[in-house]
């Protein structure tokens, strides 16, 4: 599978000749993972099912964050390569920021993770 990089502010990225970077095999697939989670429900035209009930469930204020976890689990797990995914969390900031790590493991063995 290939996929086109992001940036870190999820722009595409150039290589030094200004050609699109293309990644390929389980890095491909980890940025999979992180755009699938990032997601909202509605949001792929073509697949209104996919993505992650920001709106109605986790953005509310008295949501478990064990919610969340579970759904970004589930979105990991509807990329085609992941064979599993969990996703660990720290405790929201009075902000309500959230963050923590997804950890994946690929059809092939092979393991990484994304921090967000």
Same mark, same amino acid.
């Given at each position: 599978?290939?996929?086109?990089s %992001? /940036?870190?502010d999820?722009? %595409?990225?150039l290589?030094? +000749?200004?050609?699109?970077?293309?990644?390929s @095999?389980?890095?491909?697939? %980890?940025?999979?993972?992180? /755009? *699938?989670?990032q997601?909202?429900? #509605? &949001?792929? =035209?073509? @697949?209104m099912?996919?993505? %992650?009930?920001?709106?109605? @469930?986790?953005?509310?204020?008295?949501?478990? =964050?064990?919610?969340? $976890?579970?759904? $970004? &689990?589930? *979105? $990991?797990?509807?990329?085609? #390569?992941? $064979? *599993?995914?969990?996703?660990?969390? +720290?405790?929201?900031?009075?902000?309500?920021?959230l963050?923590? =790590?997804?950890?994946?493991?690929?059809?092939?063995g092979?393991?990484?993770?994304?921090q967000?």
């Open positions: 599978m290939k996929t086109l %992001l /940036s870190n999820w722009d %595409l990225e290589d030094s +000749t200004g050609s699109l970077v293309v990644l @095999d389980n890095t491909a697939l %980890l940025q999979d993972v992180c /755009s *699938a989670v997601t909202w429900l #509605g &949001e792929v =035209i073509y @697949d099912s996919q993505g %992650l009930p920001y709106d109605a @469930d986790i953005l509310r204020s008295d949501v478990d =964050i064990s919610f969340y $976890a579970s759904e $970004a &689990e589930e *979105a $990991a797990m509807s990329v085609p #390569g992941v $064979a *599993a995914a969990t996703c660990h969390l +720290t405790n929201p900031t009075p902000e309500r920021q963050s923590g =790590i997804i950890l994946v493991t690929f059809d092939d092979g393991t990484s993770y994304a967000f």
